[in-house]
Nanobody
Framework: QVHVAESGGGLVHAGGSLRLSCAASGFTLDGYGIGWYRQVPGKPREFVLSIKWNGDTTYGTNSMKGRFAISRDNAKNTIYLQMNSLLPEDTAIYYC??????????WGQGTQVTVSS
């Protein structure tokens, strides 16, 4: 079965950190672009950041660029999203997606991140 699955969400105080994981099954992430998105119920999905197969990284906002980082572990077929200095407005469901070209082909089910003030 081909899919990606997020994990690592939870409840954290403002200023804290979380590391989200995006694990792929049924295909190899190496060679795919990976993106992270987030969504608050009732609001549009928001782009967080992405990494191309060649390592090029794009961030959704300058705030994310200063606090979030993405990394790959090809041996574990997993992508990580490290989030530091979390803010209450970072509260959302976080999704990862994988693309072999320009289309996000695989989406995960999401993991909830809640940041308390």
């Amino acid at each position: 079965q081909v899919h990606v699955a997020e994990s690592g969400g939870g409840l954290v105080h403002a200023g804290g950190s979380l590391r989200l994981s995006c694990a792929a099954s049924g295909f190899t992430l190496d060679g795919y672009g990976i993106g992270w998105y987030r969504q608050v119920p009732g609001k549009p999905r928001e782009f967080v950041l992405s990494i191309k197969w060649n390592g090029d990284t794009t961030y959704g906002t300058n705030s994310m660029k200063g606090r979030f980082a993405i990394s790959r572990d090809n041996a574990k077929n997993t992508i990580y999203l490290q989030m530091n200095s979390l803010l209450p407005e970072d509260t959302a469901i976080y999704y990862c997606a994988a693309a072999s070209g320009t289309t996000w082909t695989y989406w995960g089910q999401g993991t909830q991140v809640t940041v308390s003030s």
